[in-house]
């Protein structure tokens, strides 16, 4: 142990909150650890525990004799204040004994209205309160010297007044930060101006002086130019230098004969990706400057601030005037706590270049569907069963476009272990099998070929092929999914993509759009009795059947599907060859109840119903003839030998398709690869190892929510119900 290693908490976090010890890894924040990590906190011992509180406590005591002891005469402002009463000859003007209006932003010296109260001191030059400092001062101490004082009609309108402005809707109005995107209400946010390094006069934001900021303002500039530059973004968060060496470094084995450790087997493979590699570089420093604003002073350089509609940008200086949340401007104008006050410019935990960018959106991805959004992604974690009234007339009257929005129902189903049931890459989107096994729609009213007409459901080619075609060089984890050995990527990645497009347009039967076959196929068909827009409440919470003054359970009839939440019917099951097979029976049971009916009818010469009956019975029967022609295929045999092995006891094994890994919640592009529309360059990720600030998991969940410069990830409930579901 040495004395350096003894340190405060302010001297700690100077040092940048280093173990004590191996000052590499960050110590823990619990008393227990003495400002040491986790590893070396298990090798001291108690001799050195103690050492280490001794020289502490020495260090503090030594601080405290060279400060001198604290001595004080009762002329301290403070004191005098508590102490002393102040008698003054001029007391503060009384309130009016009536109900009479007085603006809640007044001067207590001469109660008059003042929305500025500096602009209104300089003009009214009240005797020892020309400033804001020596107002306060004065009003205080005359309050409390004249105190108590009643509290008249007059106050309590003043202040009812206040509460109803603060209620207004202006001040509830919210706004974005221009450094984290979030949004805030307005009166949170603080007006700042960030200047060229030329400037004389310093913004009032910041902690210094005109004098001052002449000796600071280079420093603090160069420090704001490396927190907020794209090309910081560019370098340390995409690591595109990194990226465009390393394919560049592909090409060069193949130069230097050394192909054995090579993970492309052709020169022209490794030619290709490094074509999509410095393509890809080229668009992401485009979209970064596209979605930036010029820096202060050196319109060659562009700073990551979200462009407002209150953003201003002075033509001739380049001076950005912005609004700021307070942990940004709090993190923006740190300085140290010595006396030279030298600027500690810091990396807002939750700003957009901490590694939060997510860029704009790009209209290949924005003009997607709902179905077509789950095509393009590389990985599923759910399985959505997606509702649709197909029956206008079911709910309120409304607009077509607004229909989908307001009157269809979603839910998401996980398994129970989600790490284990991932599907992993194993190609370039979803077939139209997979994704009739990843939606199951379920229809109300109307009948099932209606459900081409839904907007939701539609998948175009021609938009899925201008999607994968923007993947294919501006996000980095598609990229890396389509990554080729053997052959060049440009003909491979034009392969696979054609591949999974010919599928679409087969199902559809055309490239403009349409549902595909499989979906209509497997939807399931939703009585409107059991698909209610308007949900039970307290008002109607009994039994459903039950007649007043009967028990819950008693003579009632419990409707088990419309109760329970859990029963979930419908979507891919509700045309499996188990399901038909039912039907089938169903029906065989009605024939054989006819048949023996009739046989009845004609021993006691009933005529009358005899017709009806034959009709039922033909009815049933060729019912259960369509159900046992479905039952005919390899698919529908395979799956009854599965139910058969089943009823048999033999264990049952779930068959999911994924690629050589598994994709695993830890992965840094676990998001990114499930949720393609909502992260689309690869960035804004939950893990992310190049981010100074560090983020929790559910202040990154929380931030991205808050988010004005991207509204679908709040938007989007299936990405808030795996938040919820998976954090």
């Given at each position: 142990?040495?004395?350096?290693?003894?340190?405060?908490?302010?001297?700690?976090?100077?040092?940048?909150?280093?173990c004590v010890r191996c000052l590499e890894t960050p110590?823990?924040?619990?008393?227990?650890?003495?400002?040491?990590?986790?590893?070396?906190?298990?090798?001291?011992?108690?001799?050195?525990?103690?050492?280490?509180?001794?020289?502490?406590?020495?260090?503090?005591?030594?601080?405290?004799?060279?400060?001198?002891?604290?001595?004080?005469?009762?002329?301290?402002?403070?004191?005098?204040?508590?102490?002393?009463?102040?008698?003054?000859?001029?007391?503060?003007?009384?309130?009016?004994?009536?109900?009479?209006?007085?603006?809640?932003?007044?001067?207590?010296?001469?109660?008059?209205?003042?929305?500025?109260?500096?602009?209104?001191?300089?003009?009214?030059?009240?005797?020892?309160?020309?400033?804001?400092?020596?107002?306060?001062?004065?009003?205080?101490?005359?309050?409390?010297?004249?105190?108590?004082?009643?509290?008249?009609?007059?106050?309590?309108?003043?202040?009812?007044?206040?509460?109803?402005?603060?209620?207004?809707?202006?001040?509830?109005?919210?706004?974005?930060?221009?450094?984290?995107?979030?949004?805030?209400?307005?009166?949170?946010?603080?007006?700042?101006?960030?200047?060229?390094?030329?400037?004389?006069?310093?913004?009032?934001?910041?902690?210094?002086?005109?004098?001052?900021?002449?000796?600071?303002?280079?420093?603090?500039?160069?420090?704001?130019?490396?927190?907020?530059?794209?090309?910081?973004?560019?370098?340390?968060?995409?690591?595109?230098?990194?990226?465009?060496?390393?394919?560049?470094?592909?090409?060069?084995?193949?130069?230097?004969?050394?192909?054995?450790?090579?993970?492309?087997?052709?020169?022209?493979?490794?030619?290709?990706?490094?074509?999509?590699?410095?393509?890809?570089?080229?668009?992401?420093?485009?979209?970064?400057?596209?979605?930036?604003?010029?820096?202060?002073?050196?319109?060659?350089?562009?700073?990551?601030?979200?462009?407002?509609?209150?953003?201003?940008?002075?033509?001739?200086?380049?001076?950005?005037?912005?609004?700021?949340?307070?942990?940004?401007?709090?993190?923006?104008?740190?300085?140290?706590?010595?006396?030279?006050?030298?600027?500690?410019?810091?990396?807002?935990?939750?700003?957009?270049?901490?590694?939060?960018?997510?860029?704009?959106?790009?209209?290949?991805?924005?003009?997607?569907?709902?179905?077509?959004?789950?095509?393009?992604?590389?990985?599923?974690?759910?399985?959505?069963?997606?509702?649709?009234?197909?029956?206008?007339?079911?709910?309120?009257?409304?607009?077509?476009?607004?229909?989908?929005?307001?009157?269809?129902?979603?839910?998401?189903?996980?398994?129970?272990?989600?790490?284990?049931?991932?599907?992993?890459?194993?190609?370039?989107?979803?077939?139209?099998?997979?994704?009739?096994?990843?939606?199951?729609?379920?229809?109300?009213?109307?009948?099932?070929?209606?459900?081409?007409?839904?907007?939701?459901?539609?998948?175009?080619?021609?938009?899925?092929?201008?999607?994968?075609?923007?993947?294919?060089?501006?996000?980095?984890?598609?990229?890396?999914?389509?990554?080729?050995?053997?052959?060049?990527?440009?003909?491979?990645?034009?392969?696979?993509?054609?591949?999974?497009?010919?599928?679409?347009?087969?199902?559809?039967?055309?490239?403009?759009?349409?549902?595909?076959?499989?979906?209509?196929?497997?939807?399931?068909?939703?009585?409107?009795?059991?698909?209610?827009?308007?949900?039970?409440?307290?008002?109607?919470?009994?039994?459903?059947?039950?007649?007043?003054?009967?028990?819950?359970?008693?003579?009632?009839?419990?409707?088990?599907?419309?109760?329970?939440?859990?029963?979930?019917?419908?979507?891919?099951?509700?045309?499996?060859?188990?399901?038909?097979?039912?039907?089938?029976?169903?029906?065989?049971?009605?024939?054989?109840?006819?048949?023996?009916?009739?046989?009845?009818?004609?021993?006691?010469?009933?005529?009358?119903?005899?017709?009806?009956?034959?009709?039922?019975?033909?009815?049933?029967?060729?019912?259960?003839?369509?159900?046992?022609?479905?039952?005919?295929?390899?698919?529908?045999?395979?799956?009854?030998?599965?139910?058969?092995?089943?009823?048999?006891?033999?264990?049952?094994?779930?068959?999911?398709?994924?690629?050589?890994?598994?994709?695993?919640?830890?992965?840094?592009?676990?998001?990114?690869?499930?949720?393609?529309?909502?992260?689309?360059?690869?960035?804004?990720?939950?893990?992310?190892?190049?981010?100074?600030?560090?983020?929790?998991?559910?202040?990154?969940?929380?931030?991205?929510?808050?988010?004005?410069?991207?509204?679908?990830?709040?938007?989007?409930?299936?990405f808030v119900a795996s938040l919820y579901n998976i954090?």
């Amino acid at each position: 142990m040495n004395r350096d290693s003894a340190q405060c908490y302010p001297c700690s976090l100077e040092a940048g909150s280093k173990c004590v010890r191996c000052l590499e890894t960050p110590w823990r924040n619990s008393i227990k650890y003495h400002h040491c990590c986790q590893a070396c906190y298990g090798k001291v011992s108690s001799e050195d525990k103690y050492e280490l509180v001794r020289q502490e406590s020495v260090a503090y005591l030594d601080r405290i004799e060279e400060a001198g002891q604290q001595t004080w005469n009762l002329s301290e402002t403070a004191l005098q204040h508590l102490v002393l009463p102040y008698r003054s000859a001029d007391p503060l003007p009384q309130y009016a004994d009536q109900a009479k209006y007085l603006h809640p932003s007044h001067c207590r010296v001469c109660l008059q209205e003042c929305d500025d109260l500096e602009e209104h001191l300089r003009a009214a030059q009240h005797p020892g309160a020309t400033s804001k400092e020596e107002y306060r001062h004065l009003v205080l101490r005359k309050a409390s010297g004249e105190w108590p004082q009643p509290i008249t009609p007059q106050v309590l309108r003043c202040r009812l007044t206040a509460f109803k402005l603060e209620m207004s809707d202006e001040v509830f109005k919210r706004a974005p930060c221009a450094c984290c995107a979030r949004l805030w209400r307005q009166c949170k946010l603080t007006a700042v101006r960030f200047p060229p390094p030329s400037e004389a006069a310093c913004p009032g934001w910041l902690p210094w002086s005109d004098e001052e900021w002449v000796l600071h303002r280079e420093a603090w500039y160069n420090a704001v130019d490396a927190v907020l530059s794209t090309e910081s973004y560019l370098r340390d968060f995409f690591r595109a230098g990194d990226r465009v060496r390393d394919a560049a470094r592909a090409v060069d084995t193949f130069e230097d004969g050394a192909t054995r450790d090579a993970f492309f087997l052709t020169k022209a493979a490794a030619e290709s990706w490094l074509r999509r590699v410095k393509q890809w570089k080229q668009n992401m420093r485009s979209d970064l400057q596209g979605d930036s604003v010029p820096a202060p002073g050196n319109p060659d350089r562009s700073w990551l601030l979200f462009r407002t509609s209150e953003m201003q940008v002075e033509s001739d200086t380049g001076t950005i005037s912005c609004h700021l949340c307070q942990f940004c401007l709090g993190a923006l104008s740190a300085v140290t706590r010595d006396d030279a006050k030298s600027p500690k410019v810091r990396m807002p935990s939750q700003a957009r270049a901490n590694g939060l960018w997510h860029g704009p959106d790009p209209p290949e991805l924005s003009e997607l569907s709902y179905c077509e959004s789950k095509v393009i992604n590389l990985a599923r974690i759910y399985v959505s069963v997606k509702r649709v009234f197909l029956d206008r007339g079911s709910y309120a009257s409304t607009s077509r476009s607004e229909a989908p929005m307001y009157h269809q129902k979603n839910v998401v189903a996980y398994p129970q272990n989600p790490d284990a049931a991932l599907r992993c890459v194993g190609g370039v989107g979803l077939s139209p099998e997979a994704l009739a096994r990843t939606v199951l729609v379920q229809f109300v009213g109307g009948a099932r070929q209606a459900l081409r007409l839904s907007s939701d459901l539609q998948v175009s080619v021609r938009k899925l092929r201008r999607a994968f075609h923007w993947l294919s060089d501006h996000s980095w984890p598609f990229m890396e999914a389509t990554k080729q050995r053997g052959s060049p990527d440009d003909a491979y990645l034009l392969e696979i993509i054609e591949t999974t497009l010919q599928q679409y347009e087969s199902s559809v039967g055309t490239v403009e759009g349409g549902v595909p076959a499989e979906l209509i196929q497997a939807a399931s068909r939703i009585p409107a009795e059991k698909a209610s827009v308007v949900l039970q409440g307290p008002t109607n919470c009994t039994d459903a059947g039950a007649t007043e003054g009967t028990a819950p359970g008693e003579d009632g009839d419990d409707d088990v599907e419309v109760q329970c939440a859990a029963a979930v019917d419908g979507g891919f099951d509700a045309c499996s060859p188990l399901r038909l097979w039912d039907d089938i029976m169903k029906n065989y049971k009605v024939a054989q109840a006819c048949e023996k009916e009739l046989q009845r009818l004609d021993e006691i010469s009933e005529k009358s119903k005899i017709h009806e009956l034959k009709e039922k019975e033909a009815q049933a029967v060729a019912e259960a003839v369509q159900g046992i022609a479905k039952l005919r295929s390899k698919e529908v045999r395979a799956e009854l030998e599965k139910f058969k092995k089943i009823e048999e006891g033999e264990k049952e094994v779930l068959n999911i398709e994924h690629g050589e890994e598994f994709l695993k919640s830890s992965d840094p592009f676990f998001w990114c690869a499930c949720f393609m529309r909502l992260f689309p360059r690869g960035d804004c990720a939950e893990k992310c190892p190049e981010r100074v600030a560090r983020l929790s998991r559910r202040e990154w969940a929380k931030c991205l929510i808050m988010r004005a410069d991207f509204k679908f990830w709040r938007l989007d409930v299936e990405f808030v119900a795996s938040l919820y579901n998976i954090r």
